[in-house]
């Protein structure tokens, strides 16, 4: 019966609703409507900040104040690691950390955030957290001016590396995308993951060496070393200062670190969120 | 599907059914607020089938009417065939993906009419530049002129109705879905979206229209589809399904239970 069905409609040339593409034609219908991504990420940038008066300058004010109470806690009132680069070293560390954790949980959220949009048009579900990224992105673009400035400010050279710091924003970029697309398809499997995102972003931000480094830190358990090395986050902490600042260098093992988890969680993301495509805006 | 019908199939329901999965608290809202009245005993999963073995196929030129008493399933259906909701058992097939014009909440209510307009145009798959261009024309179809630059959260949901079907019926639908979208506007809007509805239908488009409506259904459909739990209780000519309808409502509404 089943199969006289199926042969009926493709007689008649229909297909079946409510499946997912295949994989290629549904990146290929997602990148035709990479203007659609855009567009939502710039027009909900501008809207967050609406209702107040500095408007989309708190994408800049945000991350700046909160290097400032680091910088604060950490660089005057702790002075544990008091060296001179530590002021373009946390500045470098806060603003890309920004960008990771809010494609985590912008990405996180891109789903649900979105419901209205859902459940009345059709198109690839992928757009929204592409789109977040997108929106998380634009801000941290915002904010490299300060910290160039930072940057300059405290070291009146220019490095070589520098050519490479695009190539560092461009991959931490790929790597916001793979976090976002597995954040946002957790969230709609187990809801109450939501409620873990700010956790996860603390411990994230304590492990990462934002405004430490823990290579003065003086800890000599190969484990909790080896741990660190192979965090993403940090790697790409580390290559952003390294093509920053005087002190710090550039190594090939942070390229590769860094390199393998955006691979990893772009192809893994990508997949895995395709595979509940759809299930996004069911509730 | 034991007659085979000469006419060109352009949907096909097959045997689809679809579960919702809530979470219920396990307390009602009148049960004793005793020791364990305010706290919730359990939360359990519960299963609510809103759509049974439903099977039917809709042919070319037909425009249907769904009725049925509120949570008998007409939107839960409406949505599986839009692709909208993963059906629990069954399938769907369509000649193109059938779009679907629902009540409901804005699309992005934190964004104006206008860019509302932009961005759910290319949605469906239109260029920034053409939506460009078709923004004045949409907010005018939606009678929304003065209101286009406002956040969309701030629509009565009866604008916020007309703005999405002015976004929609933008493009030709071969397969459209209309769900109580055109009871929320005023007569004029009416027209204007019924007389569009007719140039889609003529343009060879199949129509589902959800309505409570008795009259606007016997008016612009030519086969009535009555769901009741989830189930077809009834399906074919307008007047006989909707007289056979009526009876059954006014048969309840007297019953001596209700």
Redesign the interface.
């Known amino acids: ?2 199969d ?2 199926d042969e ?2 493709g007689e ?7 499946t997912r593409p295949r994989l290629g034609n549904y990146i290929a219908e997602a990148w ?2 990479r ?2 991504s855009w ?2 990420a710039l ?2 940038r501008r ?2 900040h ?1 209702r107040t008066r500095l408007g989309v300058w708190w994408s800049v004010l945000l991350p700046l104040l909160q290097s400032m109470v680091y910088g604060l806690i950490f660089g005057v009132l702790l002075g544990s690691h008091r060296s001179p680069d530590f002021i373009p070293f946390l500045v470098t560390g806060v603003f890309l950390f920004t960008f990771v954790s809010g494609s985590f949980s912008a990405g996180a959220l891109s789903i649900s955030a ?10 690839p579900r992928i ?1 929204l957290p592409v789109s977040a990224v997108v929106e998380q992105l634009l801000n941290l673009l915002g904010t490299l001016p300060i910290l160039f400035v930072v940057a300059l400010a405290f070291d009146l050279s220019v490095k070589v590396e520098f050519l490479l710091f695009p190539l560092v924003i461009a991959l931490l970029a790929l790597f916001g995308l793979g976090v976002a697309l597995i954040a946002s398809r957790l969230t709609v499997d187990v809801r109450d993951l939501s409620k873990l995102i700010p956790f996860v972003t603390r411990i994230l931000f304590y492990v990462s060496g934002v405004f430490y480094n823990p290579e003065r830190l003086g800890i000599d358990n190969p484990i909790i070393v080896g741990a660190m090395e192979l965090n993403p986050v940090y790697a790409f902490l580390s290559l952003a200062r390294g093509t920053l600042i005087a002190g710090s260098e550039v190594t090939i093992f942070h390229w590769i670190v860094a390199g393998s988890w955006t691979l990893v969680l772009l192809v893994l993301g990508t997949v895995y969120f395709w595979r509940a495509e ?2 996004y ?2 509730d | ?1 034991t007659k ?1 019908d000469m006419r ?5 329901v ?1 045997d689809v059914s679809v579960t919702y999965t809530v979470y219920a608290t396990g307390k009602r809202a009148r049960g004793r607020l005793g020791k364990d009245g305010l706290v919730a005993k359990k939360s359990s999963l519960r299963k609510i089938r809103a759509v049974e073995n439903v099977s039917f196929t809709v042919y070319e030129g037909e425009t249907i009417g769904v009725i049925g008493s509120n949570g008998s399933g007409k939107s839960t259906l409406m ?9 629990e058992s069954g ?5 193109s ?6 009540v ?8 104006s009419g206008e ?1 509302n307009i ?3 145009g ?4 239109y ?2 530049a053409s939506m460009t261009n078709s923004v004045d024309t949409i907010a005018q179809f939606a009678g929304l002129e003065e209101f286009i630059d406002l ?1 969309m959260r701030t629509y009565s949901s009866g604008m916020a109705a007309r703005l ?1 079907f002015a976004i ?1 019926q933008h493009k030709d639908h071969d397969i459209l879905i209309i769900d109580e979208a055109l009871a929320v506007g005023d007569k004029q809007f009416r027209n204007r979206s019924e007389a569009r509805l007719r140039e889609m239908r003529a343009q060879a488009g199949t129509v589902f229209l959800v309505s409570h409506s008795i009259a606007s259904i016997r008016e612009t459909c030519n086969r009535v589809i009555w769901l009741d739990k989830g189930k077809i209780r009834m399906d074919g000519d307008p007047i006989k399904v909707t007289q056979a309808y009526k009876e059954y409502m006014d048969s309840i509404s007297t019953s001596p239970e209700h």
């Open positions: 019966m089943a006289t069905i009926y409609a008649h040339g229909l297909r079946r609703i409510g035709r409507r203007e659609f567009t939502m027009l909900s809207s967050r609406a979105n419901a209205g949009l859902l459940r009345s048009i059709n198109f757009v759809e299930r805006g069911n | 599907m085979r060109k199939p352009v949907v096909i097959d949505r599986s065939i839009a692709g909208l909701l993963e059906v399938r769907v097939f369509a000649s993906r059938p779009t679907l014009l629902a409901g909440a804005a699309l992005m209510p934190n964004l860019q932009m961005l759910g290319m949605a469906l798959g260029t920034r956040p999405r929609a």
